[in-house]
């Protein structure tokens, strides 16, 4: 099972409401998916800044003055907002690789979740109306964003294993369905230099798609790799800094629907997740073909 | 006119009254507002009556439908009308995958395209497409008429027995043993008959149909192939 839902808003006007907007869709998908969720929301770059976000297992004293051992260690002022088991650590770009080794040091236990301009990416176990509470995603704004629950099938469920996936700089990955060839396709991916947290199979998908996007190529391509190198059921959404991309199997068991309007490109696995969306009733509606990519950049 | 409020009453509340339905009944009208998606809506009604969806639906809207008529002023989710038995299901918009799949009897009616695997299984349906079919639909089909104005996706009536496949359009592939067949006096007069009742007399002529069915090839075990194996 798994549910997905996807907003990528055309108006500005909605960026305040972002996050209220991909919360009742993302609940709207709680029965496809009880086991964990997660969220990804591109709610803009800082001047200067990068955003890295953590999580971690015991907060109170993974956190605790964690801003102030980053300034020592790297030289610059780093500003840290925690949200329950997560933090977003605002980091001078220049200074993004120095503060996540740094990090790796200093808080051997503290998982990265995402790192980029824009990105931020809040996920664990549960409902997915505790967690959408617990990290107040109702109150985010932002570009665009990506909600996914989860009903687990290819690996445990914890907070590593749930979705969105981040394998790359402002770049995530959410996905309905599971992957066969993953085994062989993540020992290739390690050969060429990509690392990975978990045996999850979608981590590999992200993965695959972070390293066709590293070797320079355009969204659309690395969606349409997808294709021919990966073997199994999905439908994957993607999101990068600027972009929104989505594409399934040719088989397309997975369901989906989409919908788009003069004010935002919306993603739903069910209707059900758009039926509150503004203007749902007059939107263009229809079920993305198989094998068929599709994406949006601004 | 029974007018149920779905956002209001719910589903089960809605399902348990068309389910009390039993033959005869004066109550013979009904309306469903507020689907909003909803899954199993109308499903497993056994009475005539004319019930109207004002709405999208999700999973297995009229599903094991014995002779109600629904109407859906939308679109329709995976599954529609599955295992249908007698009756009619008229969609507006399109059908998500496995529309119809494995229906007995009574008649589909889909206005605009749908996707993936539609007639799935097919025991005796008769489905009416004004749009476009997706990949592998009427795979395994059995029996009953599926009649598409549009295209036809890859693999078409694949392992096919013997169900008949009507496509006025263009079919990307047939699936195996799907073969092409000549039209006969009887083909156009069934397909008069479903273009009629499918609400798509004025959109089609039985004379622009192609006729496609089982080559009846795989029926039994060919010894010559037994070294494939």
Known sequence: ?298 | MQSFDLGKEGLRALNSALHALKGQTNMTAWEVVNPKGAHAIAAGVDAPVDITVRGSTGYYCAGMNKQATIRIKGSAGPGVAENMMSGTVIIDGDASQYAGATGCGGLLVIKGNASSRCGISMKGIDIVVHGNIGHMSAFMAQSGNLVVLGNAGEALGDSLYEARLFVRGSVKSLGADCIEKEMRPEHYAILEDLLRRGEAEGKAKPEEFRRYGSARKLYNFNIDNASAY
């Open chain 1, 1 to 298: 099972m798994c549910g997905i839902v996807g907003l990528f808003l055309k108006d500005p006007k909605l960026e305040p409401k972002l996050g209220a907007m991909l919360t009742d869709m993302l609940i709207t998908m709680t029965d496809r998916g009880p086991d964990s969720a997660g969220i990804a929301i591109y709610s803009g770059a800082k001047d200067g800044l990068g955003k890295i976000t953590v999580q971690s297992a015991e907060p109170e004293k993974d956190f605790k003055d964690l801003d102030g051992d980053l300034h020592d260690a790297i030289g610059q002022p780093v500003t840290i907002l925690v949200k329950s088991s997560h933090a977003v650590l605002e980091v001078p770009l220049g200074q993004m690789d120095a503060a996540r080794s740094a990090l790796a040091h200093l808080r051997p236990a503290v998982k990265v979740m995402s790192a980029g301009d824009s990105i931020e990416i809040f996920k664990e176990v549960g409902l997915p109306k505790d967690v959408a509470a617990r990290f107040e995603v109702s109150k985010m704004q932002g570009t665009h964003g990506i909600g996914h629950t989860r009903m687990a099938t290819e690996s445990a469920v914890t907070t590593m294993g749930a979705h969105p996936f981040s394998t790359g700089s402002d770049q995530c990955l959410v996905h309905n369905g599971s992957l066969s060839n993953h085994n062989g396709v993540r020992r290739e991916l390690k050969r060429l230099g990509m690392t990975f947290e978990t045996e999850n199979d979608t981590e590999v998908a992200a993965a695959f798609i972070s390293h066709k996007l590293q070797e320079g190529e355009p969204l659309g391509q690395a969606l349409e790799a997808t294709l021919t190198d990966l073997d199994g059921f999905f439908t994957f959404v993607v999101g990068t800094k600027n972009g929104f991309g989505v594409v399934r199997d040719p088989i397309a068991c997975k369901p989906a629907v989409m919908a788009e309007t003069d004010d935002f490109v919306a993603f739903g696995t069910e209707y059900r997740a758009l039926v509150n969306l503004p203007g749902i009733e007059t939107a263009r509606v229809w079920e993305p073909e198989p094998a068929t990519v599709y994406f949006w950049e601004r």
